[in-house]
């Protein structure tokens, strides 16, 4: 009998435990999101909530993005057809420096800020850097808490 209970009360905590984990993760305000293509961004609502810029190509392909809701953040990568090379930087302005990002994630290039692509400063306050076919598109910063 004071076995089962040992067992019952080990099941309860490891259920409570699960079900803490599960309700912070579903709770979580930091999103993250993988599309095809542009036409998956669009059908998602991204660029109508503001997660993803205007002048996003539409040849855009492989694009992943990840957005910080409470804090207004946002990271994107995407590859883009050459064609639309034009298109996607008269959105914005050649410069020297961009800030970090104010996220990370597995498929954001590490070397981002010290790579040979091109900065850019864009009309609604975010950053861009082309590096051949790949763009990687960032706005807000991660204040802390």
Same mark, same amino acid.
């Given at each position: 009998?004071?076995?089962?209970?040992?067992?019952?009360?080990?099941?309860?905590?490891?259920?409570?435990?699960?079900?803490?984990?599960?309700?912070?993760?579903?709770?979580?305000?930091?999103?993250?999101?993988?599309?095809?293509?542009?036409?998956?961004?669009?059908?998602?609502?991204?660029?109508?909530?503001? $997660?993803?810029?205007?002048?996003?190509?539409?040849?855009?392909?492989?694009?992943?993005?990840?957005?910080?809701?409470?804090?207004?953040?946002?990271?994107?990568?995407?590859?883009?057809?050459?064609?639309? %090379?034009?298109? %996607?930087?008269?959105?914005?302005?050649?410069?020297?420096? /961009?800030?970090?990002?104010? %996220?990370?994630?597995? $498929?954001?290039?590490?070397?981002?800020?010290?790579?040979?692509?091109?900065?850019?400063?864009?009309?609604?306050?975010?950053?861009?850097? /082309?590096?051949?076919?790949?763009?990687?598109?960032?706005?807000?910063?991660?204040?802390?808490?």
């Amino acid at each position: 009998m004071k076995n089962n209970l040992c067992i019952f009360r080990f099941v309860i905590g490891m259920l409570t435990v699960f079900i803490v984990l599960t309700a912070c993760s579903v709770l979580s305000d930091v999103r993250s999101n993988t599309y095809e293509n542009y036409e998956a961004v669009v059908a998602a609502g991204e660029i109508e909530r503001g $997660w993803v810029p205007e002048f996003l190509p539409q040849s855009s392909a492989n694009i992943y993005v990840k957005y910080k809701v409470d804090a207004n953040v946002s990271i994107l990568a995407f590859n883009f057809a050459a064609d639309d %090379l034009e298109m %996607l930087t008269q959105a914005c302005t050649p410069t020297e420096e /961009v800030p970090e990002p104010p %996220l990370n994630e597995k $498929w954001w290039s590490d070397d981002l800020l010290t790579s040979h692509g091109t900065f850019f400063r864009c009309e609604d306050d975010g950053y861009l850097v /082309v590096d051949g076919l790949q763009g990687y598109y960032w706005f807000g910063y991660d204040l802390p808490y």
